[in-house]
């Protein structure tokens, strides 16, 4: 089996960062022929919940059918895809991958995306946005800004006004543009937090929603309740991920290891979840970089399991 890849590989995206529930059984009362209502575990799939394909990626790449499979059999109604290249979802013709999936229980929420080193044109864009319109996704999102584009301010600047050009490709489409933050968008460059004094302010919120991944937005100093009260509406997107350890801020990726299913770490997700109508938050994505066991089957089990006993209800 090959060695995990980082989403730095995983993900090439341009050079100024541009679209670059486990099925429970029914516990049956066995001293009746009925199931007792009281111990009937609720349908994982009507919880709503979606996982980041990016989660399961080493099979996705050996197995695309025989492993969303297995996702449709723990529970999962949704998926994120991360696996878009020359207009093709994991191999497949955007309608044949359509069809693979919703033949199997399920729907494609979004795509993690990203275009070609050269950066964006509106042919790019357009062909994208095309692709993913006959896929029938309500979401594309940017998931990733290489390195060398973060170091001015005028770099995010240029970022920021691209994005809201797709966006307007993407809305024509019918689809919604978004970004999926890392850490280091909350660092300082040149005095100012790219994540506030450029995305927040600059974004059109009406052509590029947020996703918010609760591990990074924390491991940055951030707290998420306080982000949708100072940007209500603005995160339709919450990324599920957990954490083992607590540390001070820091803004890198780099040699980031602690990711733990869902409810199997620190994150108070049922705080967070408290305040998702002022987020304006419409989909749950589970996702996990990497599994401590490298068993991703398994953390993508527990954490849709935790999220159905006992975080949801």
Known sequence: ??????????????????LGAIILPSFINKTTAAPSAANVVADPKSFGIALQLYTIRDAMGIDPAGSLKK?????????????????????YEPTEFKKLVNGLGMEILSSHT??????????????????????????CLQPWIVEDARKTIAS???????????????????????????????????????????FMKELDKDLVTMELDLFWATKA???????FKKYPGRFQLFHMKDMYTKQDPFFTTVGVTDFAPVGAGLI??????????????????VEQDQSKDNKPF?????????LI???LV
């Open 268 to 285: 108070n997700f049922k705080e967070i979840l408290a305040s998702k109508k002022i987020a304006g938050m419409k989909y749950m994505v």
């Open 221 to 227: 100093g951030q707290n998420p309740v306080e982000l």
């Open 114 to 139: 990203q275009v070609e080193a050269q950066g964006i044109t509106l042919d790019n864009a357009k062909k994208m946005a095309e692709d993913h319109a006959k896929l029938g996704v309500k979401y």
């Open 156 to 198: 995010f600047q240029k970022m920021a006004a691209d994005w809201n050009i797709v966006g307007k490709i993407m809305k024509d489409t019918g689809i919604q543009f978004g970004y999926h933050n890392h850490n280091f968008e909350f660092a300082k460059v040149e005095g100012k937090i790219p994540y506030f004094d450029v």
């Open 309 to 311: 006993t006992k975080i």
């Open 298 to 306: 398994d953390a993508i089990q527990t954490s849709i399991t935790n």
């Open 1 to 18: 089996m090959k060695t995990k890849t980082s989403r730095r590989d995983f993900l090439k995206v341009s050079a100024v960062g541009t």
């Open 71 to 91: 996702v449709s059999d723990i529970g999962y109604k949704y998926v994120e895809l991360a696996g878009y290249a020359k207009g093709k979802f994991y191999g």
